[in-house]
């Protein structure tokens, strides 16, 4: 089980102007900024849960991915994984956990990845047979081939991030912390690891935290997630909780077979985009049945589909709401203080 | 349940294997970096040329041949780039994936590092027989218990040298560049290490100064070693306070380590 109790890190960060002048002055005198990456996020994981990360850049996803697994130590606060605390570096935790990181890699770059895995097999003390068996397993999972005795340098960036999936799993760790995975990679390898994720995380009943900025890669892999914004916890939670929470409302899209007067699109709902024929309208749930009713009988219209309003858009409402209400309360308070 | 010690000595036989891979990966790098440690051969030419009219300073022609050569050997032999490697993944922070490893990074760094020992005698044993064949021949302590206990001495000089660039390496994790250090490091252990030229032609304050560093232990006691007649009192007390700067460098860079890894800030995605 991952826990997380009022879990903060600050980073004091060096901050100075562009320029030559600048350059010189902070020499002399060096101006810090204090940059709350995480503040007080607390939280609960069950073993084999599927978890994801989602935030706007910046928010602090990587940062406590790399707290819970012990690259960092938090400023305040608690974290444990599995009853041991991360920062500590214990080698019985350190091998029943796993850290891939989309744009880092732990392959030797002039070397095969072979060499790679038969150096983490040494380090991690995994026994020759169960290596074998591991190893023949992600061969096929991840369809390796003969990737595995290609330098990796000369390895694309899809098959470079399946040989890093595969090193990072080869002593079977209990909980993946995938930060990024799919970057990079084009939809079909991005569908193969997610599969392959899935997949791993049934068959092992592992732990799986997830940061992607491909959103597709959460709603598909992910049932319940946790939504970071300038680093606090902002929702936790079932993800059709969140949407139907942000916006109930459905998004019905269709394309018409006849003229229809924009007036009688409005009666039916919220004319959220129109293109040629194709029309997409922002329906109350409750009135789905009428409206489709009508839409299907009188209307004729064709290709009708029914969905909930994307992730992307509830998010960037959610986080830009969120903004507007800082930003309001910061001019309230400098108001307050002339 | 095996014990941490004995699942890192079981991983080194690998650790080797694959160091020794990385090594060939990149050998026309490390035969250019080999080479550049020449600096002893120019020395050579010139300390050669001044005593060559008689002994300066008790040093004779065939003194100064034997001595550089040998220093030419043991730096060929236990010089390092950990305190470059260390200092770019803490800065870069391609340390993370290191630290991932149930391995503590001074062993796997220290194993990697070793591998190379052996490619670089390619370099080292030509010109251990060009000194054979050298006037320096004569030069060389001719005692085989003292040259016997070369091969241990070279060992810690090893060990002395990879903690201390393993400590100055560790320091990126306190300061950005830490390369400035070394640059620093390296000037001190020119000149007190013995490698420009023997401590005894020193300033006396400056071969005094010398014994209180580590830097005697780097290069200079297996150097006197092969080109000086030990009693064996001597031979014991250079050997142990060899010793006692190997532990005292891993225990630095050991403690070092562990403050500062407390702040890697582990950048980048």
Known sequence: MIRADELTKHFKVHRRKPGFAAALASVFRRRHELVKAVENVSFRIERGERVGFLGPNGAGKTTTLKLLAGLLHPTSGAVTVDGYVPSKRRPELLRSITLVMGQKSQLIWDLPPSETYAMNRAIFDVPKAEFDATLAELTELLELGKLVDKPTRQLSLGERMKCELAAALLHRPKTLFLDEPTIGLDVAMQLAIRDFVRRYNQRHEATVLLTSHYMDDVVALCPRILVIDEGKLVHDGDLRQLVKTMDPDKRVSFTLTSEVGADELERLGAVIGREGTRVTLRVVEREIPAVVGRLLGPLHVADLAIEDPPLEEILRAMFGKAREQRAASEAAEAGGAT | ?269
């Open chain 2, 1 to 269: 349940m095996r014990s941490g010690t004995s699942r890192a000595l079981r991983a080194l036989p690998t650790l080797f294997r694959v160091g020794v891979a990385e090594t060939v990966a990149y050998r026309a790098e490390f035969l250019v970096w080999l080479l550049t440690s020449t600096l002893p051969l120019v020395m050579l030419g010139l300390w050669t040329s001044v005593a060559s009219e008689g002994p300066f300073q008790g040093y004779a022609s065939a003194d100064f041949v034997a001595y550089y050569l040998a220093t030419l050997v043991v730096r060929n032999l236990t010089g390092s780039w950990v305190s470059w490697q260390v200092s770019e993944e803490i800065r870069t922070g391609a340390l993370a994936m290191r630290l991932l490893r149930p391995l503590h990074p001074f062993v796997a760094l220290g194993a990697s590092h070793l591998a190379a020992v052996p490619f670089r005698t390619f370099v080292a044993l030509p010109i251990a027989l060009v000194l054979l064949a050298s006037s320096g021949a004569s030069a060389l302590s001719g005692d085989p218990a003292q040259l016997l206990c070369v091969l241990p001495s070279v060992g810690l000089a090893w060990l002395v040298t990879f903690a201390t660039l393993f400590t100055i390496g560790s320091l990126a994790f306190f300061i950005t560049k830490s390369m400035a250090i070394a640059n620093l490091y390296y000037g001190l252990f020119s000149l007190l290490s013995g490698y420009l030229l023997p401590l005894p032609l020193m300033p006396p304050w400056v071969a005094t100064a010398a014994e209180l560093t580590p830097f005697p232990a780097m290069l200079t006691t297996p150097v006197e070693l092969l080109t000086r007649s030990l009693s064996g009192a001597d031979l014991a007390r250079l050997l142990g306070v060899q010793f006692g700067w190997a532990a005292a460098t891993v225990l630095v860079a050991l403690t070092v380590w562990r403050l500062g890894v407390r702040r890697f800030e582990a950048v980048g995605g």
